[in-house]
């Protein structure tokens, strides 16, 4: 295992999420090949994990983040034969699901280019999260996680939003 393999596997999707809207400036070919790219980054470093469940090299990792006298909070993820498992599948499954989307997604390319450059930004926001929630090793990260993978599958799912019946099926209660 590479030492920040745990650490970039979610942080690489987390951050460049922020980098599509500039590719997406260089043109829509660059912004779908850069969301692949950053997804098969993320593979990688996902999959670079998986001998540490064979060679017994688990356990969490742990980094000061608000470190006082009175107060010690710590960002840590957890290297364990469970956490690595899902997220070398929700890293593979992001991959999948990306390659995808580019075909799919190809009749809404001289429609609506923001709303492509949002999709592929939630999407590896989503990727980022997910990876975030089944490595994190406290309440603190597992609650801000879960609330971004909410967040994205909300956004995701009323993609159309012009479309009511997509914004109908966004909504948590319907009027």
Not at 6 to 24: E, K, N, Q
Not at 41 to 52: G, L, Y
Not at 93 to 121: A, C, W
């Amino acid at each position: 295992m590479l030492p920040l393999a745990p650490w970039l596997v979610w942080i690489i999707p987390f951050g460049s999420c922020l980098l599509i809207p500039l590719f997406a400036r260089i043109g829509g070919k660059a912004r779908n090949y850069a969301a692949l790219t950053i997804s098969l980054i993320t593979a990688v470093f996902a999959f670079s994990m998986v001998p540490d469940i064979f060679s017994g090299n688990t356990g969490v990792i742990e980094i000061p983040w608000i470190s006082s006298s009175s107060l010690n909070v710590s960002a840590g993820v957890v290297v364990d034969s469970l956490s690595i498992l899902f997220a070398t599948l929700v890293a593979f499954f992001g991959v999948i699901i990306i390659i995808y989307s580019i075909g799919y997604m190809k009749d809404e390319e001289g429609k609506e280019e923001e709303g492509l450059t949002r999709y592929y930004f939630l999407l590896l926001l989503f990727i980022g999260s997910m990876i975030g929630l089944v490595m994190s090793d406290n309440f603190l990260q597992l609650f801000i996680f879960w609330e971004m993978v909410g967040l994205c599958s909300y956004a995701l799912i009323s993609f159309w939003y012009k479309k009511p019946e997509s914004v109908h099926a966004a909504s948590k209660y319907s009027s």
